[in-house]
Structure formats: C-alpha cells, structure tokens
C-alpha cells in the first residue's frame, strides 16, 4: 500500500520540478513510510511512497520503469493474481526484474494498452507515462477501495492519493465549493466525484482517464452487471459465495510481511477469519476494539468466542472518550475531506493496534452493501410491499391504525407516500427538513431542496427494472460504500501505515451477489440470507444469527458528557458565525436540546463539528 502523486502539465509544456513531486509526497509520507521515488521527464512528473509488502526488496522502488524504459508507472494497491498473471507472461516470453505485482501491470499494458484494467482482480489506483506516445493513463479500481484525485488548472492535470498533496502543487489555500455543503448535510459525505473542496475531483471507481495528443477521454470500464437469468435455486447461490469468498480470501493472503484480521465478532469478519483457518493459515492474529459503555457498544465477547472457536492470537482494545476526542483534528486532516463518520476514530484505534504486530490485515469492509446487510433495506422492502396495496385500503384503514403505534410507525407511513427514489438516499441520511433549519438565508437560497435528490438520481435511472432493495444496494455501492465507508477505511488505516484489504469486494463476488434473486436476498426479515446460510456451516450459530452492530459509538452520550464542551467551543464560536453557512442561534437551540435529553441531535452535531475542525485544518 502506497501513496502516488504525478503532474502532467500536456497544456503548457511547462517543466515539473522535483521539490513539486516531493511536496506532493511528503504530505502522504504516512502512507508508505518505506522508500520514496521521484521520476521526471519534462512536462511530466511522478512521484511514490512506498509501504513494502510484496517483494520489499530495492528491487520493488518506484515510479518502475520497464525494461526498455519506455514505461513509468506509479501504483498503490495490490493486484492478488500477479501470480497467475506472471506466470502467462513468462511463458509468453517475458523476463521479470522483481516479484512484484508493479512489474506485472508494465508487461500488461505493453500488451493490452488500457485494457490490461480488465486482466487486474484487486484494489489499484495507479497512473502509466508512454514516453512511446507521450500518454498517460491513471485508473482506478472498479468499486473505489483505493482513492484517487484529480485536479486540473492551466497548466493541465495532477494526480495524488489524497487532496492535500493537490493542494501543494495547486499553490493556494483550500476554498470550499459552497452548493456541495447541502450534500454534505444532507449525506454525511459528498457524492459522485465533486469533493467540498474548489477545483479537485475524485477519478470515480471503476473508470480511467488517458490523455493523448492533448485530448483527454474519460471512460468507465466496469459496472455492476445486472443479468436477467433464471433462478438457480437458495443452495445453487449458496454453494457459489461460499466459494468466491473463499477464493478471495487466498488470494488476500499473498504478502511478504505479517497479516492479521480486523475481527469485530460478527458474521463478516468472522467468516474471513474461518476461511483463513480453512486454508491453512497458523498463528493468525486478530484484533477488536470496544467502547466500555455497556452491551450496546461492546462486541468484544462475539470477538472473543471466535478468537477461541478459530485458536487466533487475539488483542483488544477498549477505547476511552479522551482518545475519542483527542484524535479529532487529526481524524480531518487524514481524511482530507469532511466525512462525518463517528466510527472513523473507532477504525484508527484498531488499525493502530493491528500495526504494532502486523502490516497487513484483512476487513469484512462491503459484505452489507453485497448482501443485503442493512436493517433498512428491510424496512424499505416492506414499505416497498406496502404501496403495493390498494390506495384506499392504505389511506383510509390500515394509515390511521398505524400511526396509533407510535414515532417510528407514523414515520414509515409517511415514507410510504414517497416513491423509492425520495424516501433512501443512502445508509447514512437523516431529516432533510431539520438539516435545513440550520441554514443561514445566503445558504439555503444557495442550496436547492432538489440538490440531493437531483445527485442521486443518476444512480437510480440506472436500474430502474431491478427489485427496490438491488436499487438501494447500487445506490450504497455508487456513493456510502467508495466516499465513506472505503474513505474511511483507507485514511484510517493508512494513518497508522497499515494495509487493509477486503475479500467482500473482490469484483466476482459482488458481480454475483448483484444477480443473487430477490427472494434469496431477505428471507423472513432476515437481512444477509444467503450469506449467513452459506457460513452456517463454519460459523458458531451465535454469530451467523446475531444482529448488526457494525463499530457501535456512544456518540449521543458523548455529547452530553465528556464533549460536551468542546462541541460548544466548536460551534457556538464567532468564526464558525462569520463563515456564513449556519444560524448561530438555532446551533445553540441544538446544542441545548441534546444536552438535557429533549432530542438526539448528535448526528447533526457530528457532522457540524467535523465540519469545523476540517475548515480549520484546511480551508483557515
């Protein structure tokens, strides 16, 4: 795992530097805290920072040039079939230098141009100089498991791993794209490939960009297919992720350094951690994190029981508020963008734990999104199941027997009035309408109420004949899962220059899981059907049938306890007031209703303060 960073200036010609490359990697030095590189010719420079895990030997440096030197590459990821890709270009002639998967990618475009992309099962984000054709190609992999940012100015374009080594090379202070703040409260995270921050993008998942001859061709080589095939039977899929996810895990044990597993107890992380027994591995180590703060937030004794049942070197950890808080402003700064996720901090502590035993460690990260793991994709589904009832059966006798049931009946009666498109708009939303209230007039006038669902409703058009829980999984897949979730996952993790890899989404299985039937995707309210039949199995039955937890925080009592004080600091300041974006006055309503218990507000108050800290670390 690494960091790369590159400029290629194909408008004007103008010369890169190597203090521009090294500016641009020193920001990202936590992510390959191994070696450095720096390649220049011209108009064009690449730069690398390395965290050795296959062949860590000098002979792995990058940029790699081929051996006719025509080729530069700079690539963060891993591709888990260099093996097997290695061995066909050898007996089609090829001589390798190294053992590594680098290597492999340079022999693979030299042949296939940008369709070597296809050849590739893994997480990548990399870019090729053609000195042959004075061309570049970057790529990143087809779900977004490794980050990639794009700026573009007068001179042309730079390419970095994360946006504040953009920001070095862009030479001026981060100013903040004022109409993504709706998105950002209305989400938790932006979308799509815009960021919060004013002239640099994402490089979307599953696409690459090349520039030849000054023209620049954008084009997305992969998508979730969806196929219209019969159904094979329960056992059929069953038997196929029992056998893809098994796959994907040998294949995520290749290393040349120590690796372990993130292991919170329940049915994702757990199942990596049988298969990898299954497979032979032997002092496995596993690692869990745990607030102290009751049942509700403490998974630890799911973790322990497979750590006893599978015979791992297991390590805990139990988190504490001062942690929690303390790491904050640093949380924004690895991030580089705002991503109001209060299980962020929750990932460092582990990933830090993990790091002083292990380089590498494997993460049940896109089994929800896969296989249909959510709560609320139930909840949707029968709403869905709802509407289907005569208008005037629903309207006039089973509505008002409803609403007598209480708050979260009342609202799921009034989702059901809204078609699919309206009522998810991800995982991670919340009341659009109390969001609202915190506007200042410039801001909301600024904002449309249309904006969040104008930004989504591309990724809705595109499965409009699939069955409403798919359509919500695509949607998780094309936004939460690549800008939050993997975001996370990879800053976090990263931070502490530890590898993450994650079996669920290897691309065959999510190719698979994508054509699962609906009526195998949620079985008698059971979310993960498949998948939970699949590891039965191999699973203690605690496991497979216990609820999701996720990384649980006690955020709300957090919020009126021991950051209490520092959310006040944070939002009820004169310069959070002088930006402009909110009404000071009902920030403080907010704040004064969470504090005695009238309302949970601590979503809101979260994304608020990472939005703060992040215009202090970046944007002041």
């Known amino acids: 795992m690494c960091a790369i960073a590159g400029v290629f200036r194909f408008k004007s010609g103008r010369p890169v530097t190597r203090d521009e490359i090294l500016s641009m990697c020193s920001v990202m030095a936590h992510r390959g805290p191994d070696d450095e590189g720096v390649f220049l010719d011209g108009a064009v420079g690449l730069g690398h920072r390395r965290l050795s895990v296959i062949d860590p030997s000098p002979r792995g440096h990058q940029p790699m040039l081929d051996a006719s030197e025509d080729l530069v590459i700079s690539f963060n990821g891993e591709v888990y079939n260099h093996v097997e890709l290695r061995?066909?270009?050898?007996?089609?002639?090829?001589?390798?230098?190294?053992?590594?998967?680098?290597?492999?990618?340079?022999?693979?475009?030299?042949?296939?141009?940008?369709?070597?992309?296809?050849?590739?099962i893994g997480m990548f984000a990399f870019a090729i100089w053609d000195r042959r054709d004075r061309s570049i190609l970057i790529v990143r992999d087809r779900l977004g498991i490794k980050p990639l940012y794009i700026a573009e100015n007068a001179d042309g374009i730079a390419v970095a791993s994360e946006a504040k080594a953009l920001l070095e090379i862009l030479g001026r202070p981060c100013q903040v794209d004022r109409p993504m703040l709706d998105l950002y409260m209305s989400l938790g995270y932006t979308p799509a490939s815009a960021t919060l921050i004013s002239g640099i993008a994402r490089l979307e998942p599953g696409h690459y960009l090349q520039i030849r001859n000054g023209s620049t061709h954008l084009v997305r080589y992969w998508d979730i297919p969806y196929r219209r095939e019969q159904n094979?039977?329960?056992?059929?899929?069953?038997?196929?992720?029992?056998?893809?996810?098994?796959?994907?895990?040998?294949?995520?044990?290749?290393?040349?350094?120590?690796?372990?597993?993130?292991?919170?107890?329940?049915?994702d992380s757990s199942a990596i951690v049988a298969l990898m027994r299954s497979l032979g591995v032997c002092d496995l180590k596993t690692f869990s994190v745990a607030w102290d703060a009751g049942d509700e937030y403490d998974e630890s004794r799911f973790a322990r029981l497979v750590a006893e049942r599978f015979d791992t070197d297991h390590q805990q950890h139990f988190i504490t508020s001062d942690e929690y808080l303390g790491f904050l402003p640093r949380y924004v700064h690895y991030m580089d963008e705002p991503v109001a996720d209060p299980a962020a901090p929750t990932l460092h502590q582990i990933a830090r734990v993990a790091r002083q035993s292990v380089t590498v460690a494997l993460s049940g990260e896109g089994s929800d999104e896969a296989f249909t793991g959510y709560p609320i994709y139930f909840y949707m589904k029968a709403i869905e199941q709802y509407r289907r009832l005569p208008g005037s059966l629903r309207q006039r006798g089973l509505a008002p027997l409803l609403r007598l049931l209480g708050d979260k009946a009342r609202r799921y009666v009034?989702?059901?009035?809204?078609?699919?498109?309206?009522?998810?708009?991800?995982?991670?939303?919340?009341?659009?309408?109390?969001?609202?209230?915190?506007?200042?007039?410039?801001?909301?006038e600024a904002c449309s109420p249309e904006g969040v669902y104008e930004a989504l409703a591309p990724y809705y058009a595109e499965t409009t004949e699939q069955p409403v829980e798919a359509r919500m999984q695509h949607l998780d897949f094309k936004t939460w899962l690549p800008n939050d979730l993997l975001a996370k996952a990879d800053r976090m993790s990263m931070a502490c220059s530890l590898e993450l890899r994650v079996p669920f989404l290897d691309h065959r299985l999510v190719e698979l899981a994508a054509n699962i039937p609906s009526r195998?995707?949620?079985?008698?309210?059971?979310?993960?059907?498949?998948?939970?039949?699949?590891?039965?199995?191999?699973?203690?039955?605690?496991?497979v049938h216990r609820p999701k937890m996720g990384f649980p925080t006690p955020l709300p009592a957090l919020l009126r306890g021991p950051m209490r004080d520092h959310a006040r600091d944070l939002l009820d300041a004169d310069r959070l007031e002088k930006r402009g974006y909110f009404d000071r006055r009902r920030i403080r309503t907010m704040l004064d209703q969470h504090e005695t218990g009238a309302y949970d507000h601590h979503r809101a108050i979260w994304q608020l303060m990472v939005l703060e800290e992040w215009h202090r670390c970046f944007a002041d």
Do not use: W
Request: proline share 2%.
């Open 87 to 120: 061995r066909s270009l050898a007996e089609d002639g090829v001589r390798f230098r190294s053992d590594t998967d680098t290597e492999v990618i340079l022999e693979l475009y030299r042949r296939h141009g940008a369709d070597c992309v296809h050849h590739l």
């Open 232 to 267: 094979r039977g329960a056992r059929h899929y069953q038997e196929r992720v029992e056998e893809l996810l098994r796959e994907a895990v040998r294949l995520r044990l290749r290393s040349d350094v120590p690796l372990g597993v993130l292991l919170s107890g329940g049915i």
């Open 414 to 444: 009034a989702l059901s009035e809204l078609p699919i498109e309206r009522r998810y708009l991800g995982v991670s939303f919340y009341d659009l309408a109390f969001k609202r209230s915190l506007y200042s007039r410039e801001l909301a």
């Open 520 to 543: 195998h995707r949620i079985v008698r309210g059971q979310t993960k059907h498949t998948l939970k039949k699949a590891m039965q199995s191999i699973l203690p039955k605690e496991i």
